[in-house]
């Protein structure tokens, strides 16, 4: 008070600035009749526009319309009467269609220049949804021109994220603007198109027919131009709706099924496809689907039948045929001899499974011996140019008379080092299958890879059952190809084995891995220890088939989407249990015949390249499958082949947020995968698990080794709503 300040008032005005009787007091004033409807242009604009000035000059605020101190700013306008609409007749070659208006369709324009509007003769395009934007990935005018001059372009209401409530589409059942009738006529002004027809919907659009009339048969206001180039530019002749029943009128009158390109716009991938086919797949009468068994048979026939219904050609073009054979053998191992390590001082005998295992490549005898070789240590066995690692340094090229023991993974893994290798992301190099090889190419007797479950990315059972059940190999029309490049003996030793045979040599286990992550680290032969060991099998040839099914594009480019069919058919132990493999892989092969389906609904004109669907067999028993083909290519060349997509393992937990890959970087395919993800709404993660090294372990591994781009695209693990997954 002693301030001249009134405490109730500035206690309230610090409470409550804005005051519930105003609000009231002018929405009763600017409601009344008095002020006829505030339509713009009319008595009731004058009274409105008047009684706000008055209002905000009593609140002491100034005129907003600085280049004319004024409070006003004028909107010239005009109003748009229609007088006259025609029918709209559709002439076809063999029919012609009337539609009348407002029953069937409904037009107006946006145009200010011309009072006489007319379309003749125009060619009419479904167009989907009417949709071309970078923001959300979504070209619904893909292989038009841009300039649509005497085109009519008919497209759906709102948007694809509404019409299926996938969230990872635009904004899921949020409308966008991309979803208004505003902006698809926008769209169709922008490509010059003579009109556009939007088909109503009273769900998508968010009101019924009655209100599409109303708005296009009254008056309606435009801004109004200066000269009459503005008045038409960027703008259709005629801009309309369809009823539903008229476009599937239209639709029929064009042969086409208005309910199956409706489904083709919202959802080419089908769920119910999904779960038919991957319950068939991993039925009990297809036996696990192993290779060489009435299972394949089965499983082959069932492909053959699916991939026609969907109108594909055979893939293989060489035989004008669904398969391609490949030839394998079983090879079972029928005796192992213990492992006998001997020095000057010392023997050690090794029994298998519990301290070594050995298994062999080789199809070309069932007796295989190794007899006092000599045992070198080759740190991780790796020589590698692009890495700048030789492990085998100072040893002869030629390794025959020698059995070498090298430690698994590589020495990023083992360091954590980002510099060494990819860091804790395994490399081929790192894979045992690469170990194996190298020894092979070098000519040595046998390999022990020295196991660790961390290194490995699975436990010494794994590694057991891998080595003591049959195993399968691409067999060899001679005896040489049976024997080139492969040792005798492949096998492993448990940590423990390598411990007391590295203490048996005079050396410690521990110091020599952890030299071996070095650069610059020599091989050491292990004391003065030979290795002798005995392997006997049983071969026994196997027929299998890859299969192969084509949707035919315009060039003589070729992708190829692949999910490998075989699994592990029955249990060994009598019982008769089966390995269904629904997972793995039955719904991968389920999603390819997916794909194909939506790729054979795609007309042929507008698929550019061609597309392989690729079924290989003997996946699970090293990519042989995938193998043969890439090395004996039946439907292109490799050189061709532009890119290798590998479903494995698919994703059962419901949608994700996030895409993550599997493998290193390959900068021709990551940019794609990237923006497909950015059109979900989704982000790429990094491989959560690269230290398994399982981008190694499935069918576009073998494309990639022909530097074929590859992409194996892994579990989300960012899971949008857990209560359903």
């Known amino acids: 008070a002693g301030a001249g300040l009134d405490f109730e008032a500035i206690l309230t005005s ?43 000059q009593k609140l002491g605020a100034v005129a907003g319309n600085l280049q004319e101190s004024s ?60 949709i071309h934007s970078t923001e959300w990935g979504w070209d619904d005018f893909a292989d038009l021109p841009k300039d649509l001059s005497g085109k009519s372009l008919v497209c759906l209401v709102n948007d694809p994220g509404f019409a299926t409530g996938d969230k990872t589409l635009f904004r899921g059942s949020a409308m966008t603007y991309e979803g208004r009738w505003t902006y698809k006529y926008e769209e169709a002004g922008r490509r010059n198109a003579d009109a556009i027809f939007i088909i109503h919907s009273t769900e998508a659009a968010g009101y019924p027919w009655s209100v599409v009339t109303t708005g296009r048969l009254e008056p ?95 893939g293989n073009l060489q035989e004008s045929s669904f398969t391609q054979n490949v030839p394998l053998v079983k090879v079972a191992p029928t005796f192992l001899s213990s492992l006998e390590l001997k020095s000057d001082s010392a023997v050690l005998k090794l029994d298998s499974p519990s301290e070594f295992v050995a298994s062999t490549s080789r199809t070309n005898a069932t007796k295989l011996q190794v007899s006092n070789s000599e045992l070198i240590f080759v740190g991780y066995g790796i020589h590698s140019t692009e890495w700048g690692w030789d492990d085998f340094a100072d040893l002869p090229k030629d390794l025959s008379g020698k059995s070498l023991v090298c430690l698994v993974n590589d020495p990023g893994f083992a360091t954590g080092d980002k510099t060494l290798f990819r860091g804790s992301a395994m490399t081929y190099e790192g894979r045992w299958t690469y170990k194996y090889e190298e020894a092979g190419r070098r000519n040595a007797d046998a390999i022990f890879i020295i196991h660790s479950t961390e290194a490995a990315g699975y436990p010494w059972s794994v590694v057991t059952t891998g080595r003591l059940e049959p195993s399968l190999k691409i067999r060899s029309s001679d005896s040489e190809s049976g024997s080139s490049g492969k040792c005798l003996i492949e096998g492993w030793f448990t940590e423990g084995t390598a411990r007391k045979v590295f203490a048996g040599a005079g050396l410690d286990f521990d110091t020599e891995k952890s030299s071996a992550c070095h650069r610059g680290y020599k091989p050491k032969s292990l004391g003065s220890f030979k290795a002798s060991v005995s392997l006997e099998t049983k071969l026994s040839p196997i027929d299998s088939k890859n299969v192969l099914a084509l949707i035919e594009g315009q060039s003589k480019e070729l992708v190829v989407f692949t999910a490998h069919w075989d699994h592990f058919g029955v249990y060994s132990d009598g019982t008769g249990r089966i390995y269904h493999g629904a997972r793995d892989n039955a719904l991968g092969v389920a999603g390819l015949i997916a794909l194909a389906k939506a790729f054979a609904s795609i007309p042929k004109e507008k698929r550019q390249r061609s597309v392989l669907f690729f079924v290989p067999t003997a996946e699970e028993m090293g990519l042989l499958g995938s193998q043969f083909y890439c090395e004996q290519p039946c439907t292109a060349s490799i050189s061709d082949t532009i890119a290798c997509i590998n479903f494995d393992i698919l994703n059962i937990f419901g949608k994700t947020k996030d895409v993550t890959f599997d493998g290193p970087a390959d900068g021709k395919i990551d940019s794609v995968a990237a923006e497909a993800a950015k059109r979900q709404n989704r982000r790429v993660d990094l491989d959560p698990v690269a230290s398994k090294g399982m981008f190694f372990r499935s069918a576009h591994f073998k494309f990639a080794t022909k530097d074929v781009p590859v992409c194996f695209k892994h579990l989300g693990f960012d899971i949008v709503d857990e209560s359903n997954s």
């Open 220 to 314: 309606s206001l435009k801004i109004r131009s200066s000269d009459s180039e503005s008045g038409s530019s960027g703008k259709c002749l005629i801009e309309g709706w369809f009823t539903e029943g008229t476009a599937r009128k239209v639709f029929a009158g064009a042969g086409l099924d208005f309910e199956a390109i409706l489904t083709s716009s919202e959802q080419l991938i089908e769920p119910e496809i999904l779960l038919r086919h991957t319950k068939a797949l991993a039925d009990a009468e297809f036996q696990g689907r192993a290779p060489g068994t009435l299972g394949e048979e089965k499983t082959v026939a069932y492909l053959i039948e699916e991939f026609q219904k969907l109108g594909a050609v055979a």
């Open 71 to 130: 409070f006003t700013q004028n909107v010239p306008l005009v109003k748009v009467a229609p007088t006259f609409l025609s029918s709209l007749e559709l002439k076809s070659d063999s029919a012609v269609l009337k539609l009348d208006s407002p029953s069937e369709f409904v037009a107006s324009t946006s145009r200010t220049n011309a009072t006489k509007l007319q379309v003749s003769n125009s060619e009419l395009i479904f167009v989907g949804y009417g």
């Open 14 to 56: 610090s409470e409550q600035l804005i005051e519930p009787e105003i609000l009231l007091r002018h929405t009763k004033a600017l409601a009344d009749a008095e002020f006829q409807g505030r339509a713009p242009g009319t008595l009731g604009e004058e009274k409105t526009v008047a009684y706000l000035i008055e209002e905000f």
